[in-house]
Structures are given as structure tokens and as C-alpha cells.
């Protein structure tokens, strides 16, 4: 899964020139974390994980995205 790319956007971002610009690649990785819970949507319709282990990643990828959303607000103000 490409759980690194949220991270790198996050780490790639934290060396930005501008709040606006870091706040863009928080964008990248929240909607990276968008493509993620796709991924695992596929991965479960194949059978390769339960619909159990599934809702708890879906869940998990909910939470991190709220978490960056709020980063994002405590930047704008």
C-alpha cells in the first residue's frame, strides 16, 4: 500500500517556503490517503483481506485524514 506517500507529502511539505505551500501538500497527502482507502476498497472486493480488517484500515485512514485537515486549519489561522 502507499501509505509512505501521505508521509513524504507531509515530510516534503514541512520544507515549504510558505504556510500556503505546505498547507497544498497536506492537500497531496490527504487526498493520497483518499487513493489509500480505493486500494484497500479493491484489495478487500478480491478477497485478499475481511471485510473486518477492511473497515478497521477505512476507519484508521478516516481518523488520519481528520488529523490532517485539522493541521491544516491550526496553519491557516
Known amino acids: 500500500m ?3 506517500c501521505i508521509s513524504n507529502n507531509i515530510a516534503e511539505g514541512s520544507g515549504s517556503s510558505s504556510k500556503k505551500e505546505f498547507i497544498q501538500f497536506l492537500n497531496i497527502a490527504k ?3 483518499f487513493e489509500n482507502a480505493n486500494i484497500l476498497i479493491l484489495i ?3 478477497g ?3 471485510e473486518q480488517l ?3 484500515l477505512l476507519e484508521d485512514i478516516d481518523h488520519l485524514g481528520r488529523k ?3 493541521f491544516q ?3 491557516k489561522v
Do not use: E, M
Open 44 to 46: 478487500s472486493k478480491r
Open 73 to 75: 486549519k491550526a496553519l
Open 54 to 56: 477492511l473497515d478497521s
Open 2 to 4: 502507499q501509505v509512505c
Open 68 to 70: 490532517i485537515t485539522n
Open 31 to 33: 487526498r493520497s490517503s
Open 48 to 50: 485478499l483481506i475481511t
